[in-house]
């Protein structure tokens, strides 16, 4: 069958849902009977009525849709007390209900409702001279006759060998123009594609559906097929398969051993079977993303009235699986995202057709599994994102500064309205043309353990991509060991692994008055001791084995004890006694059935007062009393200065002899190139003493076109610190002086501190 | 079952209570709140918990919170190489295992009237003690197993276990 999955995905839903609504109709109308002035159910009956007319129209089944617009006609009719039940009606209304369900059948096995065995006329005619107000008891008594679907649904329809001869007379009386008029605009704007798919189907299905079997014993039927079932009773069940896992992995170590071969076969036997039920049981939780899909068209099609756009809506990749309560919570987003790239992304027509582009705009939704994730992607023809104004926002509301931003490539900028603060104000989606809420966004996605980055060109579109997990409850997961303990870290939040012994443990490892930093490819990492995290005692050893991990913009290395695997692992909630703990996800439980707890990385890098790098600047330039991490350095004979750590690449320590002359400048080789120096003391209008080291200290700073080496007496202390800027001590290279550690300290302006050295150099 | 009998059935299991020594103290808690009495389980510590919280173990694939009754009312630490017994209780929507010394019978209390806690008791049992009912040979303190798993409110003093 030639046959879209997105229409057979909406089709079998109807179906579903109409057969149910059916069972509901032949009740309500035999209690009609019983009751004929009930209001309650002819209303009841006219909504269902309604709804199958509803939807058989979007999905252009004419038939259906023609013999429900009479039934509804006459329900109305019967509903405002207009006409009187009579058994006349009744029966009519039974028969409708009757050749609708031969409909539906007919629908579900062939996937059109042109099958000409079911005839619709003659109950319309039916209806009709009821509506004419002529009982035409002939016509009553007749109609039964040529539509042979009196009580027995499961067996309504016969084949007629001239039904293809049959067919086009059926079609001609069943399709009024009128009605095609009144429902193809609006499928133009909903659902383009339906209006494709359609005709084609049209033409090959009468040929095909003669061959088929009518109702082969063995073909279920929508309803049949499927179940309802309480998604707690999945979790439980998900749960006893966990748990009948755990036990087999047990019986399993102990028949190794075992001398009885039966024994062993039967354990092999339970390995399989409990295997394949784990697979299965997930599989049960799984459903197509086609469900959030189905809402897009209509929300595409009401924003696209509402901002003056025409929009044609694409998507791809209607069946792509994910884990239901996955699926809930991408609802939200997904919806943001989609409007965003209405609201900002496709530009009106009248632009379109000035920029060189078609007036109407193409919003694509494509999912797809790769790589055991889902990746949906959300792609407008639109008018793109500028880097350059992002730049200009984010410097403005102090989510970056010119300095940052000189050393992000444009993708990290574009990124950049993802970052909280950076969208608060629609004045902010004017200028950028993007942006309201993409924070929110993000930290949705990212809570179901998910990503989310954007590819943009000016003029061209936008494509956002998500990233998500196919379940939430079963996720890759590094175990490490730390005393008698494992402790499970999701693999998402993995960067790499770094061992370090001897030599290297000494040089790139360094304490920072306590706090242990790692010099990792020219970048400070800040480490935490996982044993010290968990309220414990670090060892030293001779080793250290560094884990670093990423969370939101942060990144810091966590030294474990041990490196086990990785492995699946399933999360499990824990109790509320816990929920306070915010260094701890959850938890799971091991192949030997020992429970182990899940490491929440953002709030352990929270707990550890690790600050997010690229939020440094930002404290500085507002009141805001959140920590940040500084380098604490000492300049000019005693005078205390610092500077963001997220701005220091490394530090370094070059004997005087070293320093050499390029024009007026001085500079250091260093790592096959030439790092320029710039003495902070003079730069920020103190007396230089550097020079009366015995060594020259060094930060080295990259900036956007290569390093500069920033000459300070000596380091003094890493602080995490809350800091309020004064305007005290306000200066060319000093964005004003604040109190860290007791003592008055000037925050020093790397950038105006490296421009004016460029510029002097 | 008519509702006459049901509600008789409920009253009566209403008065029966799981009994269990904490020190010295003997507690009961109904039996419709308890799902199940079970011998020590392994058990996963949770660092930098509130010293109540001894761990997590795994019942039959679930994970529950082990809460110790004596830290939970500032009692002295179980004697070392005595082991405690898990009574698994429902509380608010979550399964949760209160640790014990030892378990009791399962004993009826028709007929004797619950009293109100008497006022010179310490604090922290008052917190966890609804009612008492003086038993023939003991008195037996009724407890309240939503407030006796509900360690939010003590801090955490311990500084954290490794």
């Known amino acids: 069958m030639a046959q879209n999955d997105e229409d057979a995905e909406i089709i079998a839903e109807f179906l579903v849902e109409s057969h149910e609504n059916l069972d509901q109709l032949d009740a309500d109308l035999v209690e009609l009977e019983r009751d004929p002035g009930s209001r309650d159910l002819l209303s009841s009956i006219f909504r269902t009525i309604h709804t199958i007319k509803g939807t058989s129209g979007f999905l252009a089944f004419n038939r259906l849709e023609q013999l429900t617009h009479v039934g509804e006609t006459l329900l109305s009719r019967l509903r405002d007390g207009v006409e009187q039940l009579t058994p006349e009606t009744t029966e009519a209304l039974l028969h409708l209900v009757d050749v609708t369900r031969a409909l539906l059948e007919a629908i579900e096995r062939t996937g059109v409702d042109t099958d000409p065995s079911v005839e619709v006329a003659p109950v319309v005619q039916v209806i009709e001279q009821l509506l004419a107000g002529d009982p035409g008891t002939t016509t009553a008594s007749e109609a039964p006759a040529p539509t042979p679907v009196t009580g027995d649904a499961s067996a309504p329809v016969t084949v007629s060998p001239d039904g293809c001869a049959a067919s086009p007379v059926a079609e001609e009386a069943a399709e009024p123009a009128a009605e095609e008029a009144m429902v193809e605009p609006e499928l133009n704007v909903v659902e383009p594609e ?64 075992a001398e009885d071969i039966e024994l062993v076969r039967a354990s092999q036997r339970l390995d399989l079977v409990a295997s394949e039920l784990q697979e299965t049981v997930m599989k049960t939780r799984m459903q197509p993303i086609g469900q959030v899909w189905s809402k897009m068209p209509r929300i595409v099609r009401d924003l696209a009235h509402l901002l003056g756009r025409e929009v044609e809506l694409v998507m791809e990749g209607h069946d792509t699986e994910l884990d239901r309560s996955l699926l809930e919570a991408l609802k939200g987003p997904l919806t943001h995202l989609v409007r965003n790239s209405m609201d900002h992304g496709i530009e009106l027509p009248a632009d379109r057709v000035a920029a060189g582009k078609p007036a109407k705009g193409t919003l694509q ?9 889902v990746v949906v992607e959300i792609t407008d023809d639109g008018s793109g994102i500028d880097p350059e104004k992002i730049a200009t926002v984010a410097v403005l509301r102090g989510v970056a500064t010119r300095d940052q931003l000189a050393r992000m490539d444009t993708r990290e900028i574009l990124g950049l309205i993802f970052r909280p603060g950076f969208s608060t104000a629609t004045e902010v989606s004017n200028i950028s043309g993007r942006g309201v809420g993409m924070d929110v966004v993000r930290t949705n996605i990212e809570r179901i353990g998910g990503s989310v980055d954007l590819q943009s060109e000016v003029g061209r579109g936008t494509t956002v991509r998500v990233r998500i997990p196919l379940t939430l409850a079963i996720i890759p997961a590094l175990v490490v060991g730390e005393g008698t303990e494992r402790y499970a870290i999701p693999q998402a939040n993995l960067v790499e692994l770094v061992r370090l012994e001897g030599d290297d443990l000494r040089r790139q490892v360094e304490r920072l008055a306590g706090s242990p930093v790692l010099r990792l490819r020219g970048r400070l990492l800040p480490l935490v001791h996982l044993a010290e995290a968990l309220g414990g005692q670090v060892e030293e050893s001779e080793t250290l084995t560094v884990v670093v991990l990423q969370s939101d913009d942060t990144r810091f290395g966590l030294c474990v004890s041990e490196v086990h695997d990785t492995q699946e692992i399933v999360v499990k909630p824990i109790g509320r006694q816990l929920k306070s703990l915010g260094m701890y996800a959850g938890a799971t439980i091991m192949g030997d059935g020992r429970v182990s707890l899940i490491l929440d990385v953002a709030g352990m890098g929270a707990d550890a007062g690790i600050a997010s790098v690229q939020a440094t600047v930002v404290e500085t330039r507002s009141d805001d009393a959140d920590q940040v991490s500084f380098l604490v350095l000492e300049v000019a004979d005693g005078r205390r200065a610092a500077l963001p750590l997220g701005s220091v690449s490394r530090l370094e320590e070059f004997s005087l002899d070293r320093i050499e002359r390029s024009g007026s400048a001085e500079v250091v080789q260093y790592r096959d190139g030439i790092l320029p120096l710039i003495r902070l003391a003079a730069a920020i209008g103190l007396t230089d003493t550097s020079h ?35 305007e005290v001590g306000r200066r060319s290279g000093v964005l004003g002086s604040a109190i860290v550690q007791d003592r008055v300290t000037d925050l020093v302006d790397l950038a105006a501190v490296v421009a004016k050295a460029g510029g002097a150099a | 079952m008519s509702a006459m009998t049901q509600q008789s059935t409920e009253q009566a299991l209403a008065q029966t209570y799981v009994t269990f020594w904490v020190d010295d103290l003997f507690f009961g808690l109904s039996v419709a709140g308890v799902q199940e009495v079970l011998r020590h389980q392994p058990m996963t510590p949770v660092p930098r918990a509130a010293a109540a919280v001894t761990g997590l173990i795994n019942l039959r694939g679930q994970i529950v919170t082990a809460v110790d009754l004596r830290m939970r009312l500032g009692l002295p630490p179980r004697p070392a190489g005595t082991l405690p017994m898990n009574v698994i209780v429902r509380s608010r929507g979550e399964v949760v295992s209160i640790l014990v010394d030892d378990i009791g019978d399962v004993i009826d209390t028709a007929g004797i009237e619950a009293e109100p806690v008497p006022s010179n008791m310490p604090i922290q049992l008052q917190e966890v003690v609804s009612g008492v009912r003086p038993l023939a040979d003991s008195i037996l303190l009724v407890l309240d197993a939503d407030r006796a798993v509900d360690v939010s409110t003590v801090p955490d003093t311990s500084g954290g276990k490794p």
Not at chain 1, 199 to 223: F, I, S
């Open chain 1, 194 to 257: 339906l209006k494709v798919v359609e005709p084609e189907l049209k033409v090959v299905e009468p040929v095909e559906t003669p061959d088929e079997p009518w109702d082969g014993p063995d073909r279920r039927t929508a309803v049949e097929g499927s179940v309802r079932v309480d998604v707690d009773l999945l979790d439980t069940l998900v749960d006893l398969v966990g748990e009948l896992v755990l036990t087999r992995n047990q019986l399993l170590q102990r028949t190794l051993a």
């Open chain 1, 365 to 373: 939704l494509r999912a797809f599994h790769e790589s055991g994730q």
């Open chain 1, 692 to 726: 009366l080291q015995d060594q020259l200290s060094v930060v080295v700073h990259e900036r956007g076109d290569g390093l500069v080496g920033i000459v300070i007496d000596r380091v003094l202390d890493v602080v995490d610190t809350s800091v309020v800027l004064t």
